[in-house]
């Protein structure tokens, strides 16, 4: 059992900058990838970053590519996901994610999941 707890979402304006963190418990860290997904209103759940189990790989949607940064500390079973230059369609419900398979490529998928955090809101105003 994995137990995953989010925090940093927040209002901020478009240009502005989020820090997103999600703290692990539960089994050896670096034996899963850890992601990101987001959900905004009336649309599915979509991936947006993640990171392998040893932190050297690491994959990005194209609409975050650039913009965001995803990263691990294996030693503070921590991954965090640094949101630059936000936009009004950033807005979303962002949950954090491990998936045990994925541990080597980062590969993760929505149907891959092992584990979702509860969800943290991030509103970007224009």
């Known amino acids: 059992q994995v137990q995953l707890v989010e925090s940093g979402g927040g209002l901020v304006q478009a240009g502005g900058s989020l820090r997103l963190s999600c703290a692990a418990s539960?089994?050896?860290?670096?034996?899963?990838?850890m992601g990101w997904f987001r959900q905004a209103p009336g649309k599915e759940r979509e991936f947006v970053s993640s990171?392998?189990?040893?932190?050297?790989?690491?994959k990005y949607a194209n609409f975050v590519r650039g913009r965001f940064i995803i990263s691990r500390d294996n030693a503070k079973n921590t991954v965090t996901l640094q949101m630059n230059s936000l936009k009004p369609e950033d807005t979303a419900v962002y949950y954090c994610?491990?998936?045990?398979?994925?541990?080597?490529?980062?590969?993760?998928?929505?149907?891959?999941?092992?584990?979702w955090g509860q969800g943290t809101q991030v509103t970007v105003s224009s």
């Open positions: 539960g089994r050896t860290f670096s034996s899963y990838a």
């Open positions: 994610a491990a998936d045990f398979n994925t541990y080597i490529t980062a590969a993760m998928t929505l149907a891959g999941v092992d584990y």
């Open positions: 990171i392998s189990g040893s932190g050297g790989r690491t």
